[in-house]
């Protein structure tokens, strides 16, 4: 065992059990992903540590709740959007701050591959088009591709259905479409 | 648009923005305080009740003597029950709803609420059986949860409780999720902490807001009757009569089942 990291499944059945140790492993293993959901959602630094911090205390003791059988990512970050946005409505200062591109130069160390598929021009047009669309339409995008979630945590996320979650996403692709077709 | 994105369909568009790098902003750590907060049992200013008995006590103390003493509190003394969370806090608003009963949900019949909550509805004898039973469901991070109100109607031996025309009114919430939080203001509010039969109750007099997560979004009641609360088992019970500390407690302590 050794060496080889515990499955979600192993380190959350631990935590139900009172293994400490086993829960600060998952919230290792979930913490930078928990941030960037909490962030997408209140687009601030302070309010999103704080959500995400809320949100795996909020889950510990829930622990006794969650179904063992069920994949604990998307229950653990359905909780953080929760709190994200219970925070984002309480929030006097709505105007978040803006996505932007990683700070990857052209001509400093070699971008990775998949950077390099995408021209800088056309990195900075697209998170341009991201940063006009609505608040429920950059969350749905950015849980499904910039996150990489799949369809089903999206939808766990998003807290909705899996077919409301697909339909959400094609109508917010629509508009980023649309918005990506409007002039600079 | 630039002609690369013209050409593409939603899955090479999606495909596009997966392979986009932002800049997000740096993770902190997080599981040394979360780790920190799950120790103890508390979060920050928070009084967390499902704790061991011996540490819950001392911390129900603090906050007791705290208020007893009249003592300048610079932020909320926070007491986490579960489905209730019971705020002191120095001053009341200036202006507050007027005083009524809170939203119940649908009716429902006592069976159906034994069979809502997993558990037979505890009904103490000098009540005897409700006049109206409701429910509401609420999603929260932890699922759907439940929430059940018994009603008793006004009786010689239950005097109204102002702004509504009952003499008792009992909330059961199920679970820990935080569905209900009650402001008590220092300047109107007296809360008090009691142990009967190793059960602790928390007694609220005077004017408090309840801020009431329902299923049809938060609402805001402001409430003038006496209230006990306490925990029983995965439920937090809320009882609300115009009765004394003593009567309520009785009718709390004496709860059988139907």
């Known amino acids: 065992m050794e060496g080889r990291p515990l499955e979600d499944a192993e380190l959350a059945r631990r935590a139900r059990e009172g293994d400490d140790a086993a829960y600060e492993d998952l919230v290792k293993r979930y913490g930078q992903i928990a941030f960037r959901v909490a962030w997408l959602v209140t687009r601030d ?52 701050l803006a996505l932007r591109t990683a700070a990857v130069s052209d001509g400093d160390a070699a971008p990775s591959p998949e950077t390099a598929a995408l021209a800088k021009e056309d990195r900075e047009v697209l998170v341009a088009a991201l940063n006009r669309l609505s608040p429920a339409d950059r969350e749905v995008i950015g849980y499904r591709f910039l996150l990489g979630l799949s369809e089903s945590e999206t939808a766990d996320v998003l807290d909705v259905r899996l077919g409301t979650a697909k339909s959400r996403l094609s109508r917010a692709m629509a508009r980023l479409r649309a918005v990506l077709e409007e002039p600079a | 648009m630039t002609e690369r994105f013209r050409s593409m369909n939603d899955d090479d568009l999606g495909a596009a923005l997966s ?10 750590d997080l599981a040394p305080a979360v780790m920190a907060r799950a120790a103890s049992g508390m979060g920050p200013g928070v009084v967390r009740l499902p ?34 969370v019971l705020e002191v806090t120095p001053n009341r608003p200036g202006v507050l709803p007027t005083p009524s009963i809170a939203p119940t949900g649908g009716p429902i019949t ?104 329902t299923s049809e979004g938060m609402v805001y009641v402001r409430v003038d009757g006496n209230v006990l609360l306490w925990r029983d088992g995965p439920y937090t019970m809320r009882l609300e009569t115009s009765l004394s500390k003593a009567e309520a407690l009785r009718i709390a302590s004496s709860g059988g089942t139907t």
Do not use: C
Request: proline fraction near 6%; hydrophobic fraction near 45%.
């Open chain 2, 51 to 84: 704790l061991s008995r011996r540490k819950r006590i001392l911390l129900i103390a603090a906050a007791t003597v705290l208020l007893l003493t009249g003592a300048a509190v610079a932020a909320k003394i926070v007491i986490d029950l579960g489905g209730v």
């Open chain 1, 45 to 96: 630094h302070a309010e999103a540590e704080d959500s995400a911090q809320e949100a795996f205390v909020k889950a510990y003791y829930a622990l006794p709740r969650f179904r063992p059988d069920s994949p604990f990512r998307p229950w653990m970050l359905k909780i953080v959007a929760n709190e994200a946005r219970n925070r984002a409505r309480s929030m006097r200062r709505r105007q978040g």
């Open chain 2, 19 to 28: 392979t986009l790098e932002i800049g997000w902003p740096p993770a902190p």
């Open chain 2, 110 to 213: 006592l069976r159906e609420a034994g069979v809502l909550l997993g558990r037979d509805v505890p009904i103490s004898e000098r009540l005897r059986r409700p006049d109206r039973v409701w429910a509401d469901k609420v999603f929260t991070e932890v699922g759907e949860v439940a929430r059940v109100t018994l009603g008793w109607r006004a009786r010689p031996d239950l005097p109204k409780i102002s702004g509504t025309r009952f003499g008792a009114v009992l909330m059961i919430f199920e679970g820990d999720a935080n569905l209900a939080s009650k402001e008590v203001y220092e300047d109107t509010g007296v809360l008090k902490f009691e142990t009967v039969e190793a059960v602790d109750y928390f007694w609220t007099r005077g004017t408090h807001l309840l801020e009431l997560l």
